[in-house]
């Protein structure tokens, strides 16, 4: 391969090569993978993307793209061998136009998530994806995960909110589909392939989001029960009654509550009492305030009289708003101050979420007993973070050590439920292999169809999502 400083000449922009400034792209956040790379390249435009990528094509350099570095699967992380370069979206940060009539944004795949939604408050309209990393994550990032996080229940995940996407193919063409239609069936789907890719398939370099009104009230409550199978009562009869106010529906247990409270410098217990369970449940709308909190608190007194909900807050201010979702979103954080984590990123049907977590539960217990817990997520969505941290005093390589075994049991649980090993954090190389094993041979061999088709060369952030096609030995010899 020519020297790198051969591709400086190719594309505007930045280019890394110093120990010092490549370090922080070459390691995920949570300190799991650290790989090796040639340069961390950051181009200006759309082109010199493109010209980066035919440079790499003609190299046979794989390409590792990185948006906000925030991802949980390892996706973004080059591997140990040195051989690729890291494309780093940052510099590509502008919002290209606003359409307020047909309420959608254009904007450039190294904008961060809370920026787009920024910009979208600035125009009077809503972006609604969000998520305790939106403060560092980018909507390309986003869009290669399908991200979901804690608006999907009302407004869907990453997928559902785009419209169109610009792309730059594995052999460094671009293709503009930056299409601002709610209909087009002229022929296959090529946003939605890219979309949730991980970066394996393209290089996303652009997209069209759409928005939303802006919600004019909120009403927000910190709820305290026995299980998650009350929860899921409460999510029953909060549907129920008022479907269309509600927004979110997140649950967390105790030990997730301890954690923040104790790591996050002044977050506090909304409630005066502790319980196994809570839910934060948010309901939003164009009604006016009073008259949500009304309906809110209808509900949850409701629950209180049959026995579903132990103790209610409703937030009296945005402030005592705002903590509530200090405490949720700040989960993550507080898992991660205890030392290595285990995460899973499971979803099943709503209906199988109790019955999910009674055979896991069990199954763990039999296994590990004693094992520390970490248990949230978007229940609402079906979805939860089994996750797992090391109990006091137990050494971070004898913790995970219990990885591969803990994995393969729940998710075997998961399959036999109807599930899926990741509902937004993606399969980067975190989760490859699992799905693997637990997918039909059929689908495995569509994917990597797919794959071929669109990266022929296979330098579209190898192995990653799928393992790297094994080459015949016909190609090995040309
Ligand atoms: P990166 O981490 O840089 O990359 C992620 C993947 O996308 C990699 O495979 C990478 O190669 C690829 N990629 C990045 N940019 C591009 C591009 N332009 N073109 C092609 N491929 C690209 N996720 C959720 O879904 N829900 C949550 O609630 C949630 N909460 C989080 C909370 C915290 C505190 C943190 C740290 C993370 C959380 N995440 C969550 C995970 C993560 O933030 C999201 O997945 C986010 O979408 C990743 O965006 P990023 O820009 O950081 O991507
Ligand atoms: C969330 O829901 C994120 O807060 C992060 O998806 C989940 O840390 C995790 O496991
Ligand atoms: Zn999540």
Redesign the pocket.
């Known amino acids: 391969v020519t020297g790198i400083s051969d591709l400086r000449s190719v594309f505007a922009g930045k280019l890394l090569t110093d120990p010092a400034d490549t370090a922080p792209f070459l390691t995920d956040?949570r300190g799991l993978w650290t790989g090796r790379a040639r340069a961390v390249v950051q181009p200006d435009s759309t082109a010199d993307v493109a010209a980066a990528v035919r440079w790499c094509a003609e190299r046979r350099v794989p390409i590792?793209?990185?948006?906000?570095?925030?991802?949980?699967s390892g996706?973004?992380t080059p591997d140990g061998s040195g051989d690729a370069i890291v494309l780093s979206?940052a510099r590509l940060n502008r919002v290209r136009g606003i359409d307020t009539v047909n309420d959608s944004i254009i904007v450039e795949?190294g904008c961060i998530l809370q920026a787009v939604q920024d910009a979208a408050d600035r125009a009077d309209r809503y972006f609604p994806l969000s998520?305790?990393?939106e403060g560092?994550?980018?909507i390309?990032?986003?869009l290669?995960?399908n991200?979901?996080?804690?608006g999907v229940l009302r407004y869907g995940v990453a997928r559902d909110l785009c419209l169109g996407l610009e792309i730059v193919t594995a052999d460094g063409e671009i293709w503009d589909g930056l299409r601002g239609l709610r209909k087009d069936n002229s022929g296959y789907d090529l946003r939605n392939l890219f979309i949730g890719s991980?970066?394996t398939l393209?290089?996303?370099?652009a997209a069209v989001l759409k928005l939303h009104p802006r919600p004019l009230a909120r009403a927000t409550a910190f709820v305290a029960l026995q299980s998650p199978a009350s929860a899921l009562e409460l999510l029953g009869l909060v549907r129920r009654r008022h479907q269309s106010a509600l927004s979110a529906f997140e649950l967390l247990s105790e030990t997730c509550l301890s954690l923040v409270v104790e790591h996050q410098p002044g977050a506090r217990r909304p409630l005066g009492s502790s319980a196994p369970w809570y839910v934060l449940i948010e309901f939003s709308g164009s009604s006016d305030e009073e008259s949500l909190r009304a309906d809110l608190e209808a509900v949850l007194m409701a629950g209180l009289d049959t026995g579903i909900v132990l103790d209610a807050a409703i937030a009296e201010s945005l402030s005592q708003a705002a903590a509530f979702w200090t405490i949720r979103e700040g989960i993550?954080?507080a898992q991660g101050a205890i030392g290595k984590t285990i995460k899973h990123d499971i979803a099943v049907p709503i209906s199988a979420i109790g019955r999910f977590l009674d055979q896991a539960d069990a199954a763990v217990a039999r296994r590990w007993p004693g094992a520390r817990h970490v248990t949230f997520g978007h229940v609402g969505d079906g979805n939860l973070h089994y996750n797992f941290s090391p109990v006091p005093g137990q050494d971070g390589a004898a913790f995970m050590a219990m990885q591969d075994d803990l994995n393969a049991l729940i998710h075997d649980i998961v399959v036999a439920h109807g599930g899926t090993i990741s509902a937004?954090?993606?399969l980067?190389v975190l989760r490859r292999d699992e799905a693997a094993r637990l997918k039909s041979p059929v689908e495995l061999r569509l994917q990597h169809k797919i794959k071929h088709a669109l990266d022929p060369l296979g330098i579209l952030?190898p192995g990653?999502l799928i393992a790297v096609a094994q080459r015949s030995a016909t190609e090995g010899a040309s």
């Open positions: 956040w590792v793209p990185q948006g906000g570095n925030t991802g949980m996706g973004a979206l795949a998520l305790a990393a560092s994550c980018t390309g990032g986003n290669a995960c991200a979901g996080g804690t991980e970066g393209g290089i996303i370099t993550s954080e937004e954090h993606g980067g952030n990653k």
